[in-house]
């Protein structure tokens, strides 16, 4: 019998799968464009950015808070997230950055089997990602 992952190795791994999908979800030729600055780059130069921090679980997997940002934005800027908020709000709607700033003060508790749901998700969706290299 296999032995089951702890919690710690399964949220390391859903992160993994998760920022490879947002990396690669909008890819033409394995290049993607900064949310934040517009800098192109081939996806696996990019981070995956949050605009509310990953310490936020509700908000921490979700495909609206997390958008591909270069480096330079999400490190060096530590998140450009002034910059982030316009932007969303221009791409999904007015109030976007808003909604997720509420939703990430929300307290939300994960189960394992969620996790592994989610986890497995992200692994169908990069399996069948034209961008396959990691």
Do not use: P
């Amino acid at each position: 019998m296999a032995r089951k992952r702890s919690r710690k190795a399964l949220i390391k791994s859903l992160d993994t799968e998760f920022s490879r999908y947002i990396r690669t979800r909008n890819a033409k030729n394995d290049l993607v464009e900064c949310f934040t600055c517009g800098k192109k780059d081939n996806w696996n130069n990019m981070d995956a950015g949050h605009f509310m921090s990953r310490r936020h679980y509700s908000t921490r997997w979700d495909e609206t808070n997390v958008q591909v940002q270069c480096k330079a934005c999400n490190v060096f800027r530590h998140g450009e997230q002034y910059r982030f908020g316009i932007e969303l709000d221009k791409h999904f709607g007015e109030g976007t950055a808003q909604e997720l700033i509420q939703r990430s003060h929300q307290l939300e508790k994960f189960s394992t089997n969620d996790l592994e749901a989610l986890l497995e998700k992200y692994k169908e969706l990069n399996l069948n990602s034209s961008c396959r290299t990691v």
